[in-house]
């Protein structure tokens, strides 16, 4: 069974609804920043601040390659996964790779009150960050072929969608 991989910025839906996902196509739900911070020892802040943001895309990278090589699993990456094209080519390979977009806005309202964010941590205008940190993303995402625009959607109706493209890209 390919597995299902969720790629998007901070705030697109990519761990609740791939819960939700998982839950109904009977997969098991991975959350790369989760394994990272079990393995670090640490949160995804702290490793941030203490280790650098080349360490954590380092460990994000490593991650990758292995998630890649297994299957029946549902897995929500980081934001930032898309900052090196090896970890989508890495995925395609053994998946079905869904871009959960989300327009600025509504990440900033998504995200406006969480503290484990490190790319916004300490920043006066939080909006400004997001608009800026999504603006350079937005190409690396939109060239991923399979795309759901989450902004105006519930999380329950992610998750429809995220299974039926799943099904469709897997002939079921």
């Not at 380092?58 to 990456?77: C, P």
Request: aromatic share 6%; hydrophobic share 40%.
């Amino acid at each position: 069974m390919k597995n299902l991989v969720l790629v998007g910025f901070m705030g697109s839906g990519k761990t609740a609804a791939g819960k939700i996902a998982a839950k109904r196509l009977g997969m098991a739900f991975v959350d790369m920043d989760t394994i990272i911070e079990v393995r670090a020892g640490q949160t995804i802040a702290q490793i941030f601040k203490t280790k650098g943001e080349p360490f954590f895309r380092e460990q994000e990278r490593t991650l990758a390659q292995e998630l890649a090589g297994k299957s029946g699993q549902v897995v929500a990456t980081g934001g930032g996964i898309v900052l090196n094209a090896e970890n989508l080519r890495e995925f395609e390979g053994s998946a079905v790779v869904i871009c959960c977009w989300v327009n600025a806005s509504v990440a900033y309202e998504r995200t406006k009150h969480t503290k484990h964010r490190p790319l916004l941590e300490g920043e006066a205008d939080r909006r400004t960050r997001i608009e800026a940190l999504l603006s350079e993303r937005e190409p690396l995402y939109k060239a991923i072929a399979l795309q759901i625009d989450t902004s105006a959607m519930g999380v329950e109706q992610q998750a429809n969608e995220i299974v039926r493209i799943y099904k469709q890209q897997c002939g079921g």
